[in-house]
C-alpha cells in the first residue's frame, strides 16, 4: 500500500532559527496537506497543495510540492516558541479513496 | 472549529471488556474516519465511511469495528479490549473530492486498557 515517509522525527531549534520537515510518498499523489499538533492537542490543518511543483505561504511558512508530486516540504524561518508541535503530513491517493499521514516531525524550541 | 465531538474524552477499562467510542458532527460531513495515535507512529487509520451504512477498513482495523446509522454519528467499538489498544483515538471528517480531503479532527479520547 501507500507509504509516506516524514523525517525528521525530531527537531530541536534555537527561537530564530529555521526548520524543515520533509515528506516522501512511494506512489504520485493527488495532493498534500499539512496539520499541525500542539501538544495535548488534535491535529488542525494548514494548508493543501494540488499542482506539480506549487508553492505556497503563510507568513513565516513556505510549503512546496514537489514536481513529481510524491514529496513536499514545510519550512519555517525564524521560529517561534509558538511554532512548537508535531507537523504532519498527508498525501491524498484518490484511487485509495482516502489519505495517509506521514509519522510526523516534532519541533521543539528553545527560547 | 468544525462541529465535532467524541466521548468519552478519557476512558480507563480491562482487558476483555467491550468498549464504544462515539465520533458525533454537526457538519453534515460525507466522510468520517477514526484514527489512532502511538508515540513514534503517527495517525493510523483503523476504519473510515464514505456515507451512513458504507464503511471500510484503514491500515490497523483488527480488533475494531464501527458503524455509521447516520451522516452524524460515527461509533468505533473495540469487541473486546487489549492493552495494545491504548491509545488515543481521533475522528476526523471531510467533504472527500477528488483532489481535497481537508480533514477536521476532534479533541480525541484517550483509551487505557488495563
Known amino acids: 500500500g501507500q507509504q509516506v515517509m516524514q523525517i525528521p522525527q525530531y527537531q530541536h531549534v534555537q527561537e530564530g532559527e529555521d526548520f524543515t520537515t520533509y515528506c516522501n510518498s512511494s506512489t504520485t499523489l493527488s495532493n498534500i496537506q499539512w496539520y499541525k499538533q500542539r501538544p495535548g492537542g488534535h491535529p488542525v490543518f494548514l494548508i493543501q497543495l494540488v499542482k506539480s511543483g506549487e508553492v505556497k505561504k503563510q507568513k513565516r511558512l513556505t510549503f512546496q510540492f514537489g514536481e513529481a508530486k510524491k514529496n513536499s516540504s514545510l519550512h519555517i524561518t525564524a521560529t517561534q516558541t509558538t511554532d512548537v508541535g508535531t507537523y504532519f503530513c498527508a498525501g491524498l491517493n484518490t484511487n485509495a479513496g482516502k489519505s495517509t499521514f506521514g509519522d510526523g516531525t516534532t519541533l521543539t524550541v528553545k527560547p | 472549529d468544525a462541529g465535532i465531538t467524541q466521548s468519552p474524552r478519557h476512558k480507563v477499562t480491562e482487558t476483555g471488556t467491550p468498549v464504544t467510542l462515539r465520533c458525533h458532527q454537526t457538519e453534515n460531513h460525507r466522510y468520517m474516519y477514526w484514527y489512532r495515535q502511538d508515540p513514534g507512529h503517527g495517525l493510523r487509520l483503523i476504519h473510515y465511511s464514505y456515507g451512513v451504512k458504507d464503511t471500510d477498513k484503514g491500515e490497523v482495523s483488527d480488533g475494531y469495528s464501527v458503524s455509521r446509522s447516520k451522516t452524524e454519528d460515527f461509533l468505533l467499538t473495540l469487541e473486546s479490549a487489549t492493552s495494545s489498544q491504548t491509545s488515543v483515538y481521533f475522528c476526523?471528517?471531510?467533504?472527500?473530492?477528488?483532489?481535497?480531503?481537508?480533514?477536521?479532527f476532534g479533541p480525541g479520547t484517550r483509551l487505557t486498557v488495563l
Open positions: 476526523a471528517i471531510s467533504e472527500f473530492r477528488t483532489d481535497s480531503n481537508e480533514q477536521f
